[in-house]
């Protein structure tokens, strides 16, 4: 089996991308590949975060390797948190990140959402990006256990429920992980399909 790095020190999304890839290949954590690194991300787009991640670990590993970074863009203020997601609060925690979303939209109208994720990826050191969206709206109390960051306050476009009401298996019918993914895996497959290559 291939194996790849998955340049990420979140253990959620490592959990989605083995649900998406069902062993078809072997993803490998820093921590697993012996990496202890917080990765910057200093960037003003998705796409520049998950290269810089991507490479990061390329060049310290040597070997094959993908990031993602993703974000949750809400219409009534602006994209905000956006590529700020991770730290939309000061303490960065995901209960404090939410604690303020709720607070900056409340009383909007329009409640539109969406999660966008770019996943990077370096093969072979050539640079290769897949974008997924997911749509939808964040609600106005948190509701739900499961998932993290932002999915007790998103509900996907297609449902009634919140991210967090959902097990994985349901979030990935919608999510934009898995949708990012599905290309990865398709261009994986055939080397071809890639939205960018740089
Ligand atoms: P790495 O950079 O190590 O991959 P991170 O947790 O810093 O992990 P991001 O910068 O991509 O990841 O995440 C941006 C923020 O968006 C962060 O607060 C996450 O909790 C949140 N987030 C990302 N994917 C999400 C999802 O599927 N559902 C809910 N929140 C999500």
Redesign the pocket.
Known sequence: MDTLIFA???EH?VNEVRAVLKGRWDIITLKEAGINKD?P?PHETLEENARE?SMTIYHLSGKNCF??????ETEALHGEPGVR??RYADTGS?AD?VAKLLENMKGAGNRKAR?RTVISLVLHGLEYQFEGICNGIIIDEKKGHS?????PV?VPDGDTRT?AEMNMDEKNIF???KKAMNKLIAFLGKESGADHVN
Not at 147 to 151: L, N, P, Q, S
């Open positions: 990420t020190n979140n999304k990765i991300e991640k990031s993602e970074d993703t974000g949750l997601s991770a995901a990140n999660f998932g993290f960051g932002y999915d998103f991210f999510s934009h992980r």
